[in-house]
């Protein structure tokens, strides 16, 4: 089944004639919508400990990120980008094992897959037609959890991506891309983090379009639009992890996909 995002983004760059010697920064804020028809993300979403498994039927709420760029010569850029994203259902069942907590779930439930990404990447500064090529490692801090009611319905458990207090973050290969067409003044550009690891296994790509109209005020600030299409997949299992050890209880089935289509303004 397809799932549909649709997103809407709001961004801001400051050029680097006008940033610190040496340094370029670029922060943006945005946002994102569940549906769109008939169709949302997170429908496939499953939450197992062997041999227990629940399939949980999620939905995605708004969301927004932050995100930025430090460029320095010789040394790698600084890529931060955080971002929030929220899946709930309010008809769950089931009863499962999550990160060491064990939960007895009738009603509400909230998966947060809210994240921070770190990327030091390397890339030429000056090539033909190319906007950047990156290419480095990047570190991904899983902040979220999951959270529900319990079959009781009294109270709420809650359980966080960590063990004894440290978040879970999955170091992962990070490259990008950006080109724009002159003639259209069209930008295209591409992104894909991801750790093929068995028992840590993580993938996050997309694929966009980025249009700014030609309008008046674009010597103070360029109002666009964009849209492109996103797969984050996951599959965490603390049994099978040799590369990097994890707890048993680290488990993990997680795949959202679906386009979006957003708005854009550039200072």
């Known amino acids: 089944m397809k799932k549909l995002?649709?997103?809407a983004?709001?961004?801001?760059?400051?050029?680097?004639?006008?940033?610190?010697?040496?340094?370029?920064?670029?922060?943006?804020?945005?946002?994102?919508?569940?549906?769109?028809?008939?169709?949302?993300?997170?429908?496939?979403?499953?939450?197992?400990?062997?041999p227990d498994k629940i399939e949980l039927d999620l939905q995605a709420k708004m969301g927004f990120y932050?995100?930025?760029?430090?460029?320095?010569?010789?040394?790698?850029?600084?890529?931060?980008?955080?971002?929030?994203?929220?899946?709930?259902?309010?008809?769950?069942?089931?009863?499962?094992?999550?990160?060491?907590?064990?939960?007895?779930?009738?009603?509400?439930?909230?998966?947060?897959?809210?994240?921070?990404?770190?990327?030091?990447?390397?890339?030429?500064?000056?090539?033909?037609?190319?906007?950047?090529?990156?290419?480095?490692?990047?570190?991904?801090?899983?902040?979220g959890g999951f959270e529900a009611e319990d079959s009781g319905g009294n109270e709420r458990v809650e359980q966080a991506f960590e063990f004894e207090g440290i978040p879970f973050v999955v170091p992962m290969l990070h490259f990008a891309a950006a080109t724009t067409i002159p003639v259209a003044d069209v930008q295209l550009s591409g992104a894909l983090s991801t750790f093929p690891v068995t028992g840590l296994n993580m993938t996050d790509w997309n694929l966009k379009a980025r249009y700014y109209a030609p309008l008046p005020i674009n010597m103070l600030a360029k109002v666009g639009v964009e849209a492109g299409y996103r797969?984050?997949?996951?599959?965490?299992?603390?049994?099978?992890?040799?590369?990097?050890?994890?707890?048993?209880?680290?488990?993990?089935?997680?795949?959202?996909?679906?386009?979006?289509?957003?708005?854009v303004v550039t200072f």
């Open 231 to 263: 797969k984050w997949t996951i599959d965490i299992d603390g049994t099978k992890a040799e590369l990097i050890p994890l707890p048993e209880e680290a488990q993990l089935q997680f795949d959202a996909s679906g386009f979006f289509l957003g708005a």
């Open 66 to 143: 932050l995100q930025g760029r430090v460029g320095m010569p010789v040394l790698p850029d600084l890529k931060v980008r955080y971002e929030t994203l929220r899946m709930e259902s309010g008809d769950a069942n089931g009863n499962f094992d999550f990160f060491g907590t064990t939960f007895n779930v009738e009603g509400e439930a909230i998966l947060d897959m809210t994240h921070l990404d770190t990327a030091l990447v390397f890339g030429p500064k000056f090539i033909p037609f190319v906007d950047y090529l990156d290419v480095g490692v990047n570190l991904r801090w899983l902040l």
């Open 9 to 50: 983004a709001v961004a801001a760059s400051v050029p680097s004639a006008q940033a610190l010697p040496f340094f370029d920064f670029d922060f943006g804020a945005g946002g994102a919508f569940n549906t769109l028809n008939d169709g949302s993300i997170g429908d496939d979403v499953t939450l197992t400990t062997n």
């Open 5 to 7: 995002l649709l997103a």
